[in-house]
């Protein structure tokens, strides 16, 4: 019986020891001004009347109602721009999202929160994260990769360059300058970090080691809307550069890194919601197109099983965008009876300014109700580019991007 205990004493004693000689687990999360994050923490609210999401809210409030503080998730997160690019890092909490001052919170999320919620969830096990995140970057010449080469102009853009009298030289020069500066940046600081990882993660253990173990990217919005770049993005085919370049992307990342085996999440432009949604069909085209053109690249052979991607538009919060709508509505109808449009009331300038307030507040409650307004006030803090700012979305991208790293390792 003593013999059986001390057996059983040794096995749980090696097995803490395999546990705790595990590498810890390095993600990097990078992209422009999503990946950032402007979802405003007092938006978080409005996630647990909705049955989708209150499931999330409980896993990122603590026992107090405010937001949870990881003990064993850290972050290091690199930044901001000319006097501000810098790094700060700590516990994984809300408020690392988009910072003007990269070591100060802004009181924002972007995916970075419950990813490592819901990574480390699953994991049991620490975790650390390497966000770079810039915004308004693109792919085609901020991030561009060095395999992919130097930027190439098209015969359009070279066209409107002689058209304006501008010197080709120099403008292919400063181009030639800004081509993949922010993809040395993100490199150089992930080495940067990896170097010395108990600098970030006080815990670490060098003995353990660490994996590189999954990437996230989310970027696009300024490809999506380069039409210089992208002359025919309207047209089927009319991104395939981008698709070349993302793929190159995740080659190059991987080598620079000495992560060949690294699990790598696109996560594919949704602002608008799913295309069936539109309400109208003149940006159809062009964000399909866009969405197609970034997911490609997961479809390749030699990225089968290990490259996922993510489409972020059924996160989309179609109430605030149905709220957006009609309030673009409201606002069109002050301006023309202010203007006297010829089509509405005040054509013939009868109405003064409170007839006009009043005939808006009418017409507004026929498409706004007071819920309305307030659930906008409380879950948008931001703009449409930046998914309204919603943490109700920002939260689940978050969470999808870790579930597709989990699959990836578990198929």
């Known amino acids: 019986m003593i013999h059986l205990k001390i057996y059983a004493f040794i096995f749980s004693f090696l097995f803490t020891l395999t546990l705790q000689a595990k590498p810890l687990k390095v993600y990097i999360l990078s992209g422009q001004s999503n990946m950032e994050g402007h979802a405003d923490i007092r938006t978080f609210g409005v996630m647990a009347k909705d049955p989708v999401t209150a499931p999330i809210l409980k896993e990122m409030l603590g026992p107090d109602g405010q937001p949870r503080i990881l003990d064993e998730a850290y972050i290091s997160y690199f930044t901001g721009g000319g006097d501000r690019l810098g790094e700060g890092f700590g516990k994984l909490t809300a408020g690392w999202g988009s910072r003007r001052d990269p070591k100060q919170s802004n009181n924002k999320i972007g995916p970075e929160f419950t990813f490592g919620i819901y990574m480390q969830k699953s994991l049991k096990e620490p975790i ?46 400063e181009k030639a300058k800004k081509t993949g500066h922010f993809y040395r940046l993100m490199i150089k600081h992930v080495k940067h970090v990896l170097s010395d990882i108990k600098r970030v993660y006080p815990k670490y ?19 999506m809307v380069a039409s210089g770049t992208y002359p025919n993005r309207g047209q089927p085919g009319g991104y395939a550069q981008y698709s070349e370049c993302m793929a190159h992307f995740i080659r190059d990342v ?11 999440v696109i996560g594919v432009m949704g602002v608008g919601g799913p295309l069936d949604k539109y ?13 197609r053109a970034m997911a490609q690249p997961a479809s390749l052979p030699e990225f089968k099983g290990n490259v996922t991607a993510v489409e972020t538009a059924p996160f989309w919060d179609m109430r605030l965008k149905a709220i957006e709508e009609n309030q673009g509505k409201v606002k069109q109808l002050a301006r023309f009876l202010k203007s006297k449009h010829k089509d509405y009331p005040n054509k013939d300038g009868s109405m003064d300014s409170k007839a006009q307030k009043a005939h808006v507040e009418k017409f507004r409650k026929t498409l706004l109700s007071d819920e309305d307004l307030a659930y906008a006030k409380a879950a948008r803090s931001n703009g449409g580019y930046h998914y309204y700012g919603s943490a109700k979305t920002m939260s689940q991208i978050g969470k999808a991007f870790a579930e597709a790293i989990l699959k990836m390792e578990s198929d």
């Open 279 to 291: 309400t109208s069909q003149r940006y159809v085209p062009i964000h399909g197109g866009f969405r």
């Open 254 to 264: 991987r080598k620079d890194l000495s992560a060949p085996k690294m699990k790598f």
């Open 128 to 173: 650390l994260i390497i966000k770079t995140a810039w915004g308004g970057k693109s792919l085609h010449t901020d991030f561009r990769p060095p395999s992919a080469g130097p930027y190439r102009f098209n015969e359009k853009e070279l066209e409107n360059i002689k058209k304006r009298g501008k010197n080709l030289a120099e403008i292919k020069a």
């Open 205 to 223: 253990d060098s003995q353990q080691g660490y994996e590189l173990a999954g990437f996230a990217w989310f970027q696009g919005w300024n490809d």
